[in-house]
């Protein structure tokens, strides 16, 4: 059983910045990602990291803003947002994938919020 514990959402001003932090109890996939979900809206990934080698990448309205890293002695991840847009506001999930090009979602937390507001 993979447990992921999501924290650091909050309210944000635009043009700030938030840092989202993911535990996990192990990262059994290749793909260790963070998507979001906006009310009426589909989910969209956000970023995507690769056990195997490291590669980074990124949804195309977040690229050059986010950053995705990983603390492997501490089994952690995280999802580093700058130049925040009201349009970011979403409830942000850690989760893992079989490979960061994969589409299905197995294993996510219970979501953070980031409100980007003034």
């Known amino acids: 059983q993979v447990q992921l514990v999501e924290s650091g959402g909050g309210l944000v001003q635009p043009g700030g910045s938030l840092r989202l932090s993911c535990a996990a109890s192990k990262f059994f996939h290749d793909g260790i990602s963070w998507f979001r979900q906006a009310p009426g809206k589909e989910r969209e990934g956000v970023a995507c990291?690769?056990?195997?080698?490291?590669?980074?990448y990124y949804a195309d309205s977040v690229k050059g803003r986010f950053t995705i890293s990983r603390d492997n002695a501490k089994n952690t991840v995280y999802l580093e947002m700058n130049s925040l847009k009201p349009e970011d506001t979403a409830v942000y999930y850690c989760?893992?994938?079989?490979?960061?090009?994969?589409?299905?979602?197995?294993?996510w937390g219970q979501g953070t919020q980031v409100t980007v507001s003034s």
């Open positions: 990291m690769s056990k195997h080698d490291g590669s980074t």
């Open positions: 989760a893992l994938k079989e490979y960061c090009g994969g589409t299905v979602y197995d294993y």
